[in-house]
């Protein structure tokens, strides 16, 4: 059973801190992963994707990927109130998406 | 997002009935894919298909079918609603294995 393991949370950061969620993978061939943002009752929105190991940036975002562990993870610098939200870790698998079960993140004023 | 569009948005109904929901997509995207998701939960794949002719079982199909009448749209039905039904369902698309886009849901329940 291949899965995808992350921290329920919830994970509180104070407004202004950096935020850094987790994920770790059991399948070593997974070759893309990817961050989404979900606030409660909407629909996963995209905030990053990975396919090589190190890190990616983009704006106060960024993921890191190290397979040799495997495990891939987010960062938010400069978090926002409205950053507040689950965060859901996906990894490719033979065309699917596998998902880890979110980490809820609230950022206090 | 815009680009993918679920009909209904919310659907209460009873046990035993025939229920459908509907995804159309304007991406041009090949893959369609739904899912189901429970309070506390991740989500759960019922069904994928990567093109018109192409349909494929995901972790939860029992209760679930599907038909992919064009490229653009995918559509579940719940053949006889059972209350363990009770969730929000989303549709997505992806061109080849680029990232999923979500449509806004689907929340569904079953009396």
Redesign the interface.
Same mark, same amino acid.
């Given at each position: 059973q291949k899965e995808?393991e992350q921290n329920?949370g919830p994970l509180s950061v104070p407004e202004g801190a950096i935020a850094s969620l987790n994920c770790t993978y059991s399948d070593r061939g997974s070759q893309?992963f990817?961050w989404y943002r979900q606030y409660s009752?909407?629909?996963?929105?995209?905030i990053m994707?990975i396919y090589s190991n190190g890190d990616k940036e983009d704006g106060r975002f960024t993921a890191q990927l190290n397979k040799a562990s495997q495990y891939v993870s987010l960062l938010i610098r400069d978090s926002q109130p409205s950053d507040s939200a689950t965060y859901?870790c996906?990894v490719?698998n033979n065309?699917?998406?596998i998902?880890?079960?979110?980490t809820k993140l609230i950022i206090k004023p | 997002?815009a680009d993918v569009t679920q009909t209904p948005r919310n659907r209460i109904t009873k046990t035993g009935k025939r229920i459908m929901l509907e995804c159309s997509q304007t991406k041009g995207h090949d893959?369609m894919y739904w899912y189901r998701q429970d309070p506390? =939960?991740?989500?759960?794949?019922i069904y994928?298909s990567?093109d018109v002719k192409d349909i494929n079982k /995901?972790e939860i199909s029992d209760g679930y079918s599907v038909s992919r009448q064009a490229q653009a749209k995918f559509s579940l039905s719940l053949e006889s609603a059972i209350p363990n039904q009770t969730a =929000?369902y989303?549709c997505a698309t992806a061109d080849g294995?680029q990232?999923?886009?979500?449509?806004? /849901?689907t929340?569904l329940s079953i009396l």
């Open positions: 995808v329920s893309s990817f009752g909407k629909s996963p929105e995209l994707f859901l996906a490719n065309y699917q998406l998902w880890g079960a979110g | 997002d893959r506390g =939960l991740g989500l759960r794949l994928y990567f /995901g =929000l989303f294995n990232p999923q886009h979500f449509g806004d /849901g929340r």
